[in-house]
């Protein structure tokens, strides 16, 4: 291993032993605190890793933060695409040293120039992958990084423009790889041809492709936002209209068959599916005879009476035979005594005088006579007998006398 | 062919991503679609589109007066037609302070409008005056019941679908295209003035335009 290698792995044992402090430092800033933390500060200081930022305030060094956000696709709002120029410069400018160096002799320093140019090659390589990972990450995001609307859409802008200078340093990337590879040839260095060639010139259309695939992208997301700002301000307007306008219903606009279909709202189209009764197919059978199964059982209709035949009106002049009641006859007499008698009259003493009523029980009578009385306004009392049951339970009586109900008080 | 696309298409369903997902999906493809097509047009109907992408739904083949006139009258009746639709999606829109694009896809979580309306009186004043169009809202509910009902109103009406019960999470769907449709066409016939409305603001453009444009120029 190197002296160059091994302070790496120092470095990076460093880092690792106050990952923590990297870790709160990446969230944002660090301050001291116990002894342990102060110590684990200093060391990070020293190592350029943390830089001052206030009193006892500190911060991740910034390529580190870019380092650790690629990383993690994290990107603050509104960070710039790289610009490859100010690398592209730099490679054109060694390019020339080294071209001067060949001519020279200078092996040494020519090989030298040589890592140099590859470095800043690959530089240009990875700047440009850089830029496509992070249109990439803040396009699928919706530029997550931001939740306001608005900012969103400064972003979308702000992105647009920014692609478009990216693809101007595309378009420039292939200037210079052209020219230097028609110079590598001419000065005999293929190796720098085929280092142009392979990391530059092989991926030239598919990055190209891409930017113009995210540039369509952030386009099309510009359009549909202003359109979207353009709809909710219909539809505020439209409200505000109806707020005010509380008076009006609508408008009479002329409508044709050109307008817009969405205008025309579907209608619903019922169906009611029917059985097929003719269908012998063995599932529809099955499933007939299920729904036949599931259907109420059918009302029983009563019989309808046989037609007795053609009928004969007969019209009779005879009168009709009224059957009467020899007890409502006796029922009305009584009524008539009664009303005009000044005493009270037995029951079962006015039945006896009558030969109509022998065949009728006294108790069929008192109870008929007596209902029918009271319910004709009479008053009517019971009779009872003089030996006094010990145990009355039932009011016995033997007779009920009748009278005129006496006149209502005033 | 699939019966169920083809019965919410009778049923005049628009259908999209959001409230019937696997239907819209197996309209994605072009034989289905064309298949579901051949079968409408029988029928004297197409199988039509609210703009490129979005919810398809049953449209007449041919545009006849029967139709023509009323679509009139639902632009002669558009207070009661897609009044309450226009005035309580704006409503939410207020609410939301500018976050809500009301688009597809978008979610409306209950408890955030409850708490906006919690902390604008004139929010608030906004929701009771908008009571008789919401179905079933009362003075005597709370807020929260009556921002519920607003929601259920517009589920009801398809515009917006309850994605999650348990946070009162409400989903748009693609329906409301259909209303933005409406609402273009006014704007095109200018039914209502710019002049008569003064709660709009322009876009404004942004310093870092004006200065990308400006370094633009000069390189």
Redesign the interface.
Known sequence: MSERGDQVQRLLAALAKHADLVAEAFEGSVSGGDKQRNSGIDALFSLNVLKPYDEDSYRLNPRLREFMADYFSSYQA?QALRRVSGTMQQAQEQWRELRRLKTVGATKDAGRLHSALDESIVEIAYSIEHNLTLLHSLISTQYGNV????SK??QN??YA?QV?LFLQDVQAIDVFVDRVADEAIASGLPEVRLLVTRRLAANRLLWTSQIKDAQAVISKRLFEA?L??V??????????????NKT??????????K???????????D?RPQPDVSDMEPAAWDGLLAAVARMPARLKVASVAADPGPQLLLEDDAEVEQVVDPQQVALRELSKQAASASGPISLLTWKRKRLELTEVPDEAWLMFACLQLKGSGFRVEFVQRDDLDPFPINERFHDIEVRCALPEAA | MSARVL?L??????ICPVRYRMEFELLGDTSEREEVDAWLLS?GMRL?R?GDEGAF????D???QK??T???N????????Y?PA??L???I??ADA??V???PGEYIVLYQLDAAVSQSSMLETQLKGLLSVITNAAMRNTNHENLRRLLDHLARDGYVVLANKDTGAYQVTGKI??L????????E?K??P?T??D??EE?QE?L??EA?AGE?AQS
């Open positions: 509104f939740d306001d609307l608005s859409l400064r802008r702000y423009q478009k202003k979207m700002e709809r909710l301000k219909r539809l505020s307007r439209i409200a505000l209209w109806l707020a005010r009006s219903a609508g408008w009479e606009l002329a409508v044709d068959e307008s817009n279909a969405a205008l025309f709202r579907p209608e619903r189209v169906l | 019965k298409l009778l049923a005049g369903e628009y029928l039509a609210l739904f049953l449209a007449h041919h545009i006849g139709e023509i009323q679509v009139k639902e632009l002669l009746k558009f207070r009661d037609e009044g226009v005035l999606l704006d409503f829109r207020q500018g976050r694009q009301l688009s295209e259909q933005y449709a409406v609402l273009q066409f006014l704007d016939n039914v209502v710019d008569e409305v709660d709009r876009v942004d870092v335009d990308n633009g």
